[in-house]
Structure formats: structure tokens, C-alpha cells
């Protein structure tokens, strides 16, 4: 296993409940068709950001695709075939407390520069926050104290690996951080500081809003404003969860309104979706490795409507969730429930 894939491998987030409700109808461009009648038109006079425009970025270390090249060595193409339709699909890097801060930042600074060389829009899982998962099986973090230095780094690293002096990265900030009963107000604070820092080196940032069936609109909104999405491009949704892309996209509407009767602007309420595991949408509340799951439509950002800025596959799918229903430790690949999600995906 490479570094990066080691180090991927215990990022885990989890995360309760989801709805069973079918997918939204046809697709354009791997977005809902009818995005631009359900979520609002773009603001008028705004120029449409290559991010949206150009493919995402497939990264070339991932444990998916070295089981792949597994299968491969040992002569079994048909098994190759199957997992290569989960390592074929941009997603995103995570990276966490599992490297020195030089390591860190030179990780960042490689990824970043490859998408962008190669005309792709990179995106990263930043997952570090102190006492994060509130101790659960993804706990861990760094100190408040050694926070901030942490994410310097990760800013250097956008900015070392930027093409025309900017990265263009997507940023997803620290799933599952504000929805968690251990939110507090040093939290906010690091997470607000945090925002900054990344959005000022041209990265596209995004805060944690749980899922549909955590918490409601009104009291997400409260916990993003506090934590800084006014410095933010938005909002991400169903990270390492299961619901209904169309159940996402209602919650991400209701929550972009209440946003709005907070004050914030409409250039800060736009949000994705992780779509890398709602192909059936029937995991009727397990969190942790739910049977008959499969994956979502494949990922990509799109100029379709406002505020919706597409769908991405945030976590990692054939990864663990954690020692639950006959799965390894959280991150741990394991096979045969990647695939199961191939067998069951969104066709």
C-alpha cells in the first residue's frame, strides 16, 4: 500500500440514519435533470469557473485501484473490470493527522499540481479537527494549539501546487465536525480560521451540514454561519452516508434559505453531495457497512443550477466504515463489499 493510500485508509467518517427514496430522475452531466427548475438559476452576470467545467481529477493512489492492479497480476481481468469502475471515478484525497506537516504539505502540493496540469479539478478531504468524531471510530485530531499550523501547511501545499497562481481546489473542511454533539465554540473557531486560510489561496471551500436526516435546516444553518461559511463557498451534504441524492437536494435547498434569513450571501450557500454509496438509498438507518448498498451516479460539477454545484464521491467506496456487519477496522479495504456496491450501483 502507498503512503497516501495507508494514510487515506484511517480517515473514516460515521454518521447516522438516511432515507429510502429513489434517485432523482435523468442525469445531465451526472447532475439531476431538472436542477436548474428545482434549485434557482445562477446569478446573472457571474463567470462560470473552469471547476465547473472541466472533469475531476482521478487520483492515481487509491486502494481501490491497487486492488485492481491485484487482480490484474493474478491474471483475473473479470475482477479487475468490476473494481476499476470504482478506481476509474474522481475522489477525493483525504488528508489528516497521519504525516509530518512537511509531508502534508508536499502531498497537497503534488496532488494539486497534477489535477491541475492535467486541466482537472482536484478535491480534498481536509480531517484533522481536534477530538474528532467525538472519539468514535474515526477519533483522533490534532490539538487546538497544533491545528491551525497543520492547516498553514495544507494551504502552502494548494498554493505550491498551483497553476496560474491559483489552485482551484475543492475543499471539503472536516466532515462531520459541525453536526457532532462536541461542536463547541473553540471549534467554530478553528474552523472558521481555517476557511479563510484555504479560500485565500483560491480553493473553493465547504462546511459540514450532515445529512438530511440529522439535523434540520434551521439549526445547521446557525452551526455553518457560526463556523464561518460566510468565508466559505458553501455547504457539503451525505458525506460517508446513504441517503437519496434528491432528499440531499431539498435539505441543501432549506438550508441554503435559512442561510439567506441569516444574512448570508448567496455566492456562500452553494453545496455538493456525496453520491459514493446512495445507488439504493435503502440503508433505512444503519450507518456503519449497511448490506445491499450500492454506488451513487459518478461524480462531476456542473454549470446546471444554482445553488447546487454537483455531486462529488467524498468517501472512498470499498472502504470500511468500521467492525460492523463482518467489515474490518474503518478504512480498511474490503472487497467484497466494493463489490456489492458495483453489483447494486445506480445504472
Known amino acids: 500500500m502507498t503512503s497516501a493510500s495507508a494514510a487515506h485508509g484511517r480517515a473514516r467518517l460515521l454518521r447516522r440514519r438516511t432515507i429510502a427514496l429513489a434517485l ?5 452531466g451526472a447532475l439531476p435533470a431538472a436542477p436548474v427548475a428545482a434549485l434557482g438559476v445562477a446569478p446573472s452576470g457571474s463567470e462560470v469557473d473552469p471547476r465547473l467545467t472541466q472533469p475531476l481529477y482521478v487520483d492515481t493512489e487509491s486502494q481501490a485501484l491497487e486492488a485492481v492492479r491485484a487482480a490484474k497480476a493474478a491474471g483475473n481481468t473479470a475482477l479487475a473490470a468490476k473494481l476499476k469502475i470504482i478506481s476509474s471515478a474522481p475522489q477525493a484525497r483525504w488528508v489528516g493527522d497521519w504525516g509530518t506537516l512537511e509531508q502534508t504539505r508536499a502531498s497537497v502540493a503534488q496532488y494539486v499540481k497534477a489535477a491541475r496540469t492535467a486541466k482537472r479539478t482536484p478535491a480534498i478531504v481536509v ?19 497544533t ?6 501547511q495544507i494551504a502552502k501545499g494548494l498554493t505550491d501546487g498551483a497553476v496560474s497562481g491559483s489552485s482551484r481546489a475543492i475543499v471539503l473542511l472536516e466532515p462531520d465536525a459541525l453536526m457532532s454533539d462536541c461542536a463547541d465554540a473553540t471549534r467554530n473557531r478553528l474552523l472558521k480560521d481555517a476557511t479563510a486560510a484555504l479560500a485565500a489561496t483560491g480553493a473553493w471551500v465547504y462546511l459540514d451540514a450532515g445529512h438530511s436526516n440529522w439535523r434540520s435546516a434551521t439549526d445547521t444553518a446557525a452551526r455553518l454561519k457560526a463556523a464561518g461559511v460566510g468565508k466559505a463557498r458553501g455547504f457539503f451534504t451525505n458525506v460517508s452516508n446513504f441517503n437519496a441524492t434528491s432528499d440531499e437536494q431539498a435539505y441543501g435547498r432549506d438550508v441554503g434559505t435559512a442561510l439567506s434569513r441569516l444574512g448570508v450571501g448567496s455566492a456562500h450557500r452553494h453545496f455538493v453531495v456525496d453520491t459514493s454509496r446512495n445507488g439504493q438509498a435503502t440503508a433505512n438507518g444503519q450507518w456503519c457497512n449497511p448490506p445491499g448498498q450500492g454506488l451513487g451516479r459518478r461524480p462531476a460539477l ?16 470499498g472502504e470500511s466504515d468500521g467492525a460492523c456487519n463482518g467489515g474490518p477496522a474503518a478504512g480498511q479495504w474490503w472487497q467484497q463489499y466494493a463489490l456489492d456496491l458495483v453489483r447494486l450501483r445506480a445504472r
Not at 24 to 28: H, S, Y
Not at 147 to 152: F, V
Request: charge should be neutral; include cysteine.
Open 302 to 317: 456542473s454549470t446546471a443550477g444554482y445553488p447546487l454545484d454537483g455531486l462529488l464521491w467524498v468517501k472512498r467506496p
Open 147 to 152: 491545528y491551525p499550523g497543520w492547516i498553514a
Open 24 to 28: 432523482a430522475g435523468a442525469l445531465v
Open 127 to 145: 480531517y484533522a479537527i481536534p477530538n474528532r468524531d467525538c472519539g468514535g471510530y474515526s477519533g483522533g485530531g490534532l490539538t487546538p494549539e
